[in-house]
Nanobody, 113 residues
Framework: VQLQASGGGLVRAGGSLRLSCAASGITFSINVMGWYRQPPGKQRELVAA???????NYADSVKGRFTISRDNAERMVYLQMNSLKPEDTADYYC????????WGQGTLVTVSS
């Protein structure tokens, strides 16, 4: 399993970022995929998930601000993050839901106040 997230960076509060994740080594089209994040000093949490058919769910903390999407043909998962807050600062990872043991490369999002 290879999962490579990209698109993170430094942004001011209220700004936007779009994360991308390339997946390989899994049966992508039938898996529920998700974006997870791990804030500094805290545990990793699931923030958004999307089924193969495009139905999505979000953690309350990001609902209305984040949008998850996927391209099954390209084996890609995306996370559009708007109205970012300092508390969104974290390493972001994509993985299946439930997650596989291999986490792959995350991408750091830093939101300044």
């Amino acid at each position: 399993v290879q999962l490579q997230a990209s698109g993170g960076g430094l942004v001011r509060a209220g700004g936007s970022l779009r994360l991308s994740c390339a997946a390989s080594g899994i049966t992508f089209s039938i898996n529920v995929m998700g974006w997870y994040r791990q804030p500094p000093g805290k545990q990793r949490e699931l923030v958004a998930a999307i089924t193969s058919g495009g139905s999505s769910n979000y953690a309350d903390s990001v609902k209305g601000r984040f949008t998850i999407s996927r391209d099954n043909a390209e084996r890609m998962v995306y996370l559009q993050m708007n109205s970012l807050k300092p508390e969104d600062t974290a390493d972001y990872y994509c993985n299946a839901v439930p997650h596989k043991n291999s986490w792959g490369q995350g991408t750091l999002v830093t939101v300044s106040s």
